[in-house]
């Protein structure tokens, strides 16, 4: 820790991968996160995400990679089916899972846990203003007293509070690939073992893969779309716009959607990314999601989530003083933002194929891909963009 450092107080906006991981590194190296959370607890439900290349290396110098190995989906194969659910073609673990996959919930429940003795969660609650000061941040809240901080992180996703509060409205930076994706749990009605099946239609795609240990199933439904105007607040109407674009649809759409009416967890979001000239304004940073978000066709979130609440933390603790800081943790970060989010864009085709020629096209190409010259590129072309960061050792900052 260093002697006579500033701006110890800091407050995280959002309990999800990226604030409780920031938290972590801030405590480690001294200073006094409290994180604000909208949601009333813990949101552990969700679905199941990847890490590649140097996320992997910050869990183990968090000490957390035993507990997220133990709590890994072990996922096999998902196999494109037709209608009749016939096997079409195989795409192995390596594509769909990365080095190591989780479900999202499991994670954050794991950081909350490493992290809950050590800091103050405040939940449900939303931070409603920010009013910088010359030496400090006066932050309002949709319940609790005004209180008074060094630096405001949001660690709050896609749709950051904070950053509308501080940076402007999301339309500006927020660009959307085209595509929006519905996951909820379901029963494993397939008896699915550790694998999953996709079915398409033009523009459609359904899937649905065991979860924990195959005591239960993950749904999702993908589409390709011009901009939705809808609530993102109002899960009903999310929930009629998945029925209604899905209505229809072959293989077991049915009684995929019959479960997506009653599950506890749905979740539903536009494909986008966060494209920000800056991660930092005055006293405030983003980080994250809402700050660099690349979409789940990049596979690359939670990766840079877990590394970016690495590099923040550890150079606040380096720098003489936020400015520096924050100038140092963009300066680390961009280049790896750009690397993942690039991986989305031209994803889009692959994953839900617009056209019945496109759907038979990704499916040969899987058939071919063990024969094809350039399958070493493709197949590692996530693991470089994982990589395309070298971390710093920050003082203090081993486990
Ligand atoms: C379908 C899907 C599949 C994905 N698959 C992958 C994958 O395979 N690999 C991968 O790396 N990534 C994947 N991701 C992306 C990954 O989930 C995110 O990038 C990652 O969770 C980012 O973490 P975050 O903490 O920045 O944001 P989030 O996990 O979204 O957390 C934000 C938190 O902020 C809270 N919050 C929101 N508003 C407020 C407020 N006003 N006040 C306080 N708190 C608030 C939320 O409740 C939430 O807890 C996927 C995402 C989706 C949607």
Request: proline letters at 5%; charged letters at 25%; glycine letters at 10%.
């Amino acid at each position: 820790m260093v002697l006579g450092m500033t701006n110890r107080r800091v407050l995280i906006s959002g309990a999800g991968v990226a604030g409780p991981a920031l938290a972590f590194w801030l405590h480690r190296h001294g200073f006094t996160p409290t994180v604000v959370e909208r949601a009333p607890e813990l949101r552990d439900g969700g679905y199941a995400v990847d890490f590649r290349g140097a996320s992997l290396r910050v869990l183990d110098r968090m000490g957390l990679l035993p507990q997220v190995e133990a709590a890994a989906t072990r996922m096999g194969e998902v196999t494109y089916v037709d209608g009749d659910d016939r096997p079409l073609v195989g795409t192995p673990a390596s594509v769909q899972s990365g080095e190591l996959e989780i479900l999202r919930g499991d994670l954050s429940r794991i950081l909350y846990d490493a992290t809950k003795d050590d800091v103050e969660y405040v939940f449900g609650d939303s931070i409603t203003g920010v009013l910088e000061r010359g030496d400090g941040v006066t932050v309002t809240f949709e319940h609790g007293e005004p209180r008074e901080f060094d630096l405001v992180v949001g660690a709050d996703g896609l749709h950051s509070n904070v950053r509308s509060l501080v940076f402007g409205d999301e339309s500006w930076y927020r660009r959307d690939l085209g595509y929006y994706v519905s996951i909820c749990t379901v029963p494993n009605h397939l008896g699915l073992d550790h694998v999953g099946r996709f079915y398409n239609e033009p523009n459609r795609t359904i899937g649905v893969y065991s979860a924990r240990d195959n005591a239960e199933a993950k749904a999702l439904f993908w589409f390709g779309s011009p901009p939705i105007d809808y609530d993102h607040r109002d899960v009903e109407q999310q929930r009629r716009i998945v029925e209604e674009t899905f209505s229809g649809a072959g293989w077991e759409t049915p009684t995929l959607l019959e479960a997506m009416r009653e599950a506890p967890d749905f979740y539903f979001d536009s494909a986008s990314q966060i494209v920000l000239d800056s991660y930092s304004r005055g006293r405030v940073a983003l980080v994250g999601d809402a700050a660099y978000c690349a979409a789940p066709l990049s596979g690359m979130g939670t990766s840079l989530a877990i590394v970016g609440a690495y590099v923040l933390a550890g150079e606040l603790a380096a720098a003489d003083g936020h400015v520096k800081a924050f100038g140092a943790y963009e300066a680390e970060m961009r280049g790896f933002v750009d690397a993942c989010q690039k991986l989305a864009q031209g994803n889009g085709k692959w994953f839900v194929p617009p056209t019945r020629g496109w759907i038979r096209l990704r499916n040969l190409n899987y058939k071919l891909l063990p024969y094809l010259p350039w399958r070493k590129v493709i197949e590692e072309m996530p693991l470089k963009a994982g990589n395309a960061i070298t971390l710093k050792e920050y003082a203090a900052a081993r486990a």
